[in-house]
T-cell receptor, first 114, second 113 residues
Framework: EAQVTQNPRYLITVTGKKLTVTCSQNMNHEYMSWYRQDPGLGLRQIYYSMNVEVTDKGDVPEGYKVSRKEKRNFPLILESPSPNQTSLYFC?????????????FGPGTRLLVL | QQQVKQSPQSLIVQKGGISIINCAYENTAFDYFPWYQQFPGKGPALLIAIRPDVSEKKEGRFTISFNKSAKQFSLHIMDSQPGDSATYFCAASVQGGSEKLVFGKGTKLTVNP
């Protein structure tokens, strides 16, 4: 089954404690992205990757890091989480080509930073 | 900053009615306009998308209308059903280069039985 998986699904942490949210896709997609979703603000892109070792900032990259060492994995790293990073996070992937008809989103990771 | 403005924020429709959600954009370089559907507790799912070289695209009960000169596009849901109750997001991007995808803020649709 084609899918994007994220772990953990729920996470409560404290300010300053480094954490990583993993994202993995089994569709051999080139493109992967991270989004955060906040009430009233919709979805905002954090980082994206167009292939292995190729990443770039989205609209809200501050406080986040990513890496793309393997095609299937695209972890999101919060080096020093702060309460304003409390949010619902989604990973997404799509195949190559000009159009995004095949973009898939993961189930989401709900993060609470105390 | 690139923006996509979506309206209304919420919409209540009776079963069998037509739901209409509108979006407007500023960046004339956008050339891909998808709509996503999100149910509570789930990730967004691509519903339908349109390119600017066509004015309308229909898939079942869902239709996108696109007005390039007005920089507007809309989603029409015909014969709305209670199962259509979800949050809908429009989005826009520039293909063939950056992967940046800009989303509207969403419309919560409720279809009453």
């Amino acid at each position: 089954e084609a899918q994007v998986t994220q772990n953990p699904r729920y996470l409560i942490t404290v300010t300053g404690k480094k954490l990583t949210v993993t994202c993995s896709q089994n569709m051999n997609h080139e493109y992967m992205s991270w989004y955060r979703q906040d009430p009233g603000l919709g979805l905002r892109q954090i980082y994206y990757s167009m292939n292995v070792e190729v990443t770039d900032k989205g609209d809200v990259p501050e406080g986040y890091k990513v890496s793309r060492k393997e095609k299937r994995n695209f972890p999101l790293i919060l080096e020093s989480p702060s309460p304003n990073q409390t949010s619902l996070y989604f990973c997404a992937s799509r195949s190559g080509g000009a159009w995004q008809e095949t973009q898939y989103f993961g189930p989401g990771t709900r993060l609470l930073v105390l | 900053q690139q923006q996509v403005k979506q309206s209304p924020q919420s919409l209540i429709v009776q079963k069998g009615g037509i739901s209409i959600i509108n979006c407007a954009y500023e960046n004339t370089a956008f050339d891909y306009f998808p709509w996503y559907q999100q149910f509570p507790g789930k990730g967004p799912a691509l519903l339908i998308a349109i390119r600017p070289d066509v004015s309308e695209k229909k898939e079942g009960r869902f239709t996108i209308s696109f007005n390039k000169s007005a920089k507007q596009f809309s989603l029409h849901i015909m014969d709305s059903q209670p199962g259509d109750s979800a949050t809908y997001f429009c989005a826009a991007s520039v293909q063939g280069g950056s992967e940046k995808l800009v989303f509207g803020k969403g419309t919560k649709l409720t279809v009453n039985p």
